[in-house]
């Protein structure tokens, strides 16, 4: 077990060393996601402090989702941080995925997010 958090810790710590190097003073849209919820908040790194967050526990969502832990829920996340962002007039992102691999739901989490008006 501790070599799986091990492992986990390692990942995640390249991940966040090739944001940083193509950051270029963008900010990091974060993404966690449990087996029963999905979050997403965009970070300035530069100022130490949380932009725009949304995730799958809202009120207002909770009522439309099925659940909170499926790809429509994941997409229904992605397209509602890329609406505040853009109404706090932040375009461009830099997409931090964790230690969470690029399929399913951090996927669709992605793909809300662009369809949502956020470029990265």
């Known amino acids: 077990m501790a070599r799986d958090l091990e492992a986990l810790e390692r990942r995640k710590a390249k991940v966040?060393?090739?944001?940083?190097?193509?950051?270029?003073?963008?900010p990091r849209l974060s993404v966690h996601r449990t087996s029963?919820?999905?979050?997403?908040?965009?970070?300035d790194d530069a100022k130490g402090e949380t932009l725009v967050?949304?995730?799958s526990l809202e009120k207002?969502?909770?009522?439309?989702?099925?659940?909170?832990?499926?790809?429509?829920?994941?997409?229904?996340?992605g397209k509602l941080v890329a609406e505040r962002a853009t109404a706090k007039g932040v375009t461009a992102v830099v997409f931090?995925?964790?230690?969470?691999?690029?399929?399913?739901?951090?996927?669709?989490l992605a793909e809300g997010a662009r369809e949502g008006g956020l470029q990265f």
Request: glycine share 8%.
């Open 36 to 43: 029963k919820h999905i979050y997403a908040q965009i970070i």
């Open 16 to 26: 966040r060393r090739a944001i940083r190097a193509a950051a270029n003073g963008r």
């Open 96 to 108: 931090d995925r964790g230690a969470y691999i690029y399929h399913g739901r951090v996927k669709a």
């Open 53 to 55: 967050a949304a995730s």
């Open 60 to 77: 207002d969502l909770r009522s439309s989702l099925k659940t909170g832990a499926d790809v429509e829920a994941a997409k229904a996340i």
